[in-house]
């Protein structure tokens, strides 16, 4: 009876409203792990960050809304570490990959770096950039920096940010990037536990960006294995559910069997994010010392009008249609 009235719900729903695709990551996973990094750092940063965490949050997203209209913007947040072990058996990608950016240049060129993503490369950009923006105690740069730093540590974390097959679309699996990186915080982070602690100095900052897509890239297998075996055994009528977001209908897993996706990933989703929270935490921590401390209670705050207009001028640098030229002219 429950998969006939589900089946009869989806159809009436189908003829009678629109229907969306899951959204994609995670603005609300993107905002909470800024938000839950701000507690990790020492009191001397804490009432800056706490002053100003709601500016944290809501532009902890900005990257990913210029990601398709600047140029060089998409390229930040991945790797397909995969694509250098095509036609090689028994390979371990991160045993071919300089860690160093000159030394991958050489081996790969440019182009195909870009092509396949460089997170792990910019991740130091930032970080150096955050620690310079503390020296000339420009506030607005050290919150921009700060949120835009922990919304590429949050993506090098996700195991669909270290591969070619994204969204499952090379193994049937279309769909699975939203499911695990956004639908599953959704239903289940009020159950996780983000006491991770305090944000320690990293004294290298390149090296942990990579120990962060190795680690993600680890635990691939188990996202795309788990999900393709549950697929199998779960009923077909069942795997989705539609529910009303603004007035729309969208089309989501259902709680069912995100639920049991959920149980077998163990805990995966929860460690991949206490990972992210203790990283960005550690890396403004990192750049703050590196800057030489200084005193963030003395530094003047631009207004909150003043903030706003250089971040949409920031986000509209690069309008879609002069990256379009660019592409074109390539």
Known sequence: MKRFIN?????GLLFAMPVQAMAPWGFFAHR??????????????????KKHIEFIKEHAVDPDKRRYGVVGEAERHFIDIDHYCKGIPRCNPFNLMPRDWADAKAEYSEDTLRAYGIVPWH???????????????????????????????????VPLHTTENYNGQMTNQKGIHGF???????????DYDFFVGKAEYISDPLRT?????????WALDSVLTFERELNDEFPPDEKYSYEER??????????????EYHRRLNGQVERRMRASVIMIGSMWFSAWIDAGQPDLDTFDTPDEEEMQEVIAKDLNSEPKKELMKRIHDN
């Open 7 to 11: 089946q009869l719900v989806l159809i």
């Open 123 to 157: 991740i130091p950009v930032m970080k150096q950039r955050l620690t310079n923006a503390f020296r000339e105690k420009n506030v607005l740069s050290i919150l921009r920096i700060s949120t835009e730093l922990g919304h590429y540590i949050g993506d090098a974390s």
């Open 32 to 49: 909470r792990i800024n938000e839950l990094a701000v507690y990790t750092l020492p009191q001397e940063m804490f009432g800056f960050y």
């Open 246 to 259: 603004g007035r729309v209908f969208t089309q989501v897993y259902s709680e069912e069997y995100s639920n």
């Open 180 to 190: 695990w990186e956004s639908r599953l915080p959704e239903l289940y982070e009020e």
């Open 209 to 217: 960006a990579w120990e962060i897509v190795q680690g993600s890239h």
